[in-house]
């Protein structure tokens, strides 16, 4: 079933807005709290197809008819919430976001659009290699704001580790110098409970990229609503919890010995020798997380940018211009030499 | 035809022996003791030990003079076979060098030589060499260029090639000093040497040692005065910048144990440090400068010789 939220003012589609955290309405300014938008969302449930029982899982792409057009959206497998693309209303399919589907948190977005668009003009700005063509290329309209389907995991883990350390110390009798190392055997027992380890569960999203958009603020989170998706792209997940627990007990186990080597102090130099480390994953939360992203393409080549929709942090590399590159060598070269060469005349 | 050869012969001894005294130069005779010594400050090369044919000699006076005049120094070559010492059986060492300073810088006072110069003497007595310097010629050439002069010289020597030895010496010191009458800085210390009426070469340190130090030392823009090494710089520094350029707005990740670490829940719930044992490594120090170039170097010092300053070092074969 594909709904569109519609404002009680004027029937206009309504859309969650970051900045104040309610639903506000484009045409007349109408806004209305998330908890109270579903009581009074007038619902249509024109459907092409009766999505929750012939939601075909190994089908690519499923059709919906457009709450506010009539037109038929086209989706993929994964899409829980999008736009028509005759009317441009905001749409979501209910069925990609109830029962097992359903999202436990989300994080709503705090970055506006515009807010996106200045950022990411100003980190296209700044790359001093960056192609001069690049920056007049007009493709940021397409920025576009996703719910990115992630994994919160809470881990218990129990580390042992061993290590060998050692201690320097030098004295001198006569002209002999005398190095002493003293060796130690280091042992270490450690606990301690991890949570909230993100894994983002979208096929389509690079799993690096979305690590570098870390952290997120987690006092934020809320429990999901589906008007939070209202404006917004949102995928449901491609992977489930146990799919992607092994990335998030890589991370834990990286933690746990990062902790336990920090309390090897006072040495001139420690090499863990063995380390066993035990993990019990607690829970594992389906949450929404906001991104904002543009894929573009620079002579034949994608490049992404990403930023976190929440703390704006910026994700993404900018392309490099070749004959830019030659002209900064060329020109700081020159330069450097060309100064040497003087201040050895002048002053050498 | 044996007629022509004497001919020839006789005209040639008869060329040599007019060039020389047209020129002002005596070959001399004895073995160089001081107390044989008849010393004129117009000859600057005295061949006592008869190593050096009179051909040599006359050419190495002519580039005394000449180099000398060009200086504003006298240049002065000795070689002896008789220092007038006679050392202790076994004692030698350590002992000539005081031998041929005092003897380099008699000869030099009883010559009357300029108040600047620089004198060469190839001992063949004890079978060393030894170089000495009084007045302006101590400002130009200071300890470390002496130790220079010598090993350029003790090649020449220890080969027993004492011309080309004795060549390199007037030379070296026509490059040395050369190059410094065209350094603004000791044309500064020539007018502060001058105009002090300095003789103490020490004295003269005391009191413009700072810049006397700067003058001599290279300076740290000296070694830029080589076009390749500022080539070379240039292109590390412009390949680190364009490589920090490249490299500098990639994106971080910020987020680490501490991150998703729940409070409190961190405990340590044993821990233990055990010593082993312990290895210990030795190394020596090396204080001493050592020694090189085939021959015991008796290190450079200042003295004073008949009322004069001067500044020396020598080796021994």
């Known amino acids: 079933m594909a709904e569109t939220y519609k404002c009680p003012s004027c029937g206009a589609p309504i859309e969650f807005d970051g900045a104040t955290g309610k639903m506000v309405c484009q045409y007349c300014e109408t806004e209305v709290d998330v908890s109270a938008m579903d009581k009074i969302h007038d619902i249509y449930d024109e459907s092409v197809v009766d999505e929750t029982e012939s939601e075909k899982e190994y ?21 829980s919430a999008t736009f028509c693309s005759f009317c441009g209303s905001p749409t979501m399919i209910r069925g990609r976001l109830e029962g097992a589907l359903k999202p436990q948190k989300v994080i709503p977005f705090r970055i506006q659009k515009d807010q996106a668009v200045a950022a990411y003009k100003k980190w296209a700005g700044k790359g001093l290699v960056t192609p001069s063509g690049f920056r007049k290329q007009s493709t940021i309209e397409k920025i576009t704001g996703i719910y990115v389907p992630f994994w919160l995991y809470d881990y218990g883990s129990d580390a042992h580790v061993s290590a060998h350390a050692t201690k320097r110390r030098t004295d001198r009798r006569g002209n002999t110098i005398y190095e002493h190392t003293d060796h130690f055997q280091v042992g270490r027992h450690i606990r301690a409970d991890f949570e909230k380890i993100p894994a983002d569960a979208s096929e389509k999203m690079d799993d690096r990229t979305m690590d570098l958009l870390e952290p997120y603020n987690y006092s934020d989170l809320t429990d999901f609503q589906m008007p939070y998706l209202s404006g917004y792209q949102s995928e449901k997940f491609s992977y489930d919890s146990n799919e992607l627990a092994k990335r998030a007990e890589n991370r834990v186990r990286e933690y746990i010995l990062n902790e336990a080597r920090q309390t090897i102090t006072g040495y001139s130099s420690v090499s863990i020798t063995s380390a066993n480390v035990k993990l019990n994953r607690n829970k594992a939360s389906y949450t929404l997380m906001p991104v904002w992203i543009l894929n573009y393409k620079y002579k034949g080549k994608t490049h992404t940018f990403a930023m976190n929709g929440q703390t704006g942090k910026v994700v993404g590399k900018l392309p490099k211009s070749f004959g830019k590159i030659a002209a900064w060598f060329g020109g700081i070269f020159a330069g450097v030499s060309g100064l040497l060469m003087l201040l050895g005349g002048l002053l050498g | 035809m044996r007629k022509n050869i004497f001919k020839k012969l006789a005209l040639l001894s008869t060329f040599v022996v007019t060039s020389v005294f047209a020129s002002g130069y005596t070959p001399v005779s004895g073995d160089g003791n001081p107390d044989d010594w008849d010393i004129d400050n117009s000859q600057f090369v005295y061949d006592y030990a008869d190593i050096l044919t009179d051909e040599e000699e006359l050419e190495l006076q002519s580039m005394c003079e000449s ?251």
């Open chain 1, 59 to 79: 089908c690519s792409f499923d059709g919906y008819r457009c709450d506010s057009c009539g037109a038929e959206i086209v989706t993929d497998e994964n899409t």
């Open chain 2, 67 to 317: 180099v000398g005049k060009k200086l504003g120094m006298d240049i002065v070559i000795v070689s002896s076979l008789e220092l007038g010492h006679d050392a202790p059986d076994g004692q030698i060492e350590g002992i000539e060098n005081s031998y041929r300073q005092e003897y380099i810088t008699q000869f030099y006072v009883e010559g009357d030589y300029a108040e600047s110069g620089i004198i060469y003497l190839m001992d063949i007595d004890y079978d060393g060499i030894y170089i000495a310097r009084t007045g302006l010629a101590q400002v130009y050439i200071d300890d470390y260029d002496n130790e220079k002069l010598l090993d350029a010289v003790w090649e020449g020597y220890y080969d027993y090639d004492y011309i080309e030895s004795a060549e390199t010496f007037i030379e070296e010191v026509e490059d040395m000093v050369g190059d410094r009458k065209d350094d603004s800085e000791f044309e500064e210390l020539e007018k502060l040497w001058n105009e002090g009426g300095y003789d103490d070469y020490d004295e003269f340190m005391g009191v413009y040692s700072d810049k006397v130090y700067e003058a001599y030392e290279d300076t740290f823009f000296t070694k830029f005065q080589n076009p390749f090494l500022c080539m070379i710089i240039g292109a590390v520094i412009a390949l680190i910048a364009v490589l920090i350029m490249c490299f500098s707005s990639r994106p971080k990740m910020t987020a680490g144990s501490r991150t998703y670490l729940k409070n409190g829940s961190l405990n340590i719930l044993h821990r233990f440090d055990r010593f082993t044992h312990t290895t210990t490594t030795t190394r020596q120090v090396n204080t001493s400068s050592g020694s090189g170039g085939g021959g015991s170097r008796g290190g450079s010092s200042s003295f004073r010789s008949g009322g004069r300053s001067f500044s020396g070092g020598g080796r021994s074969r």
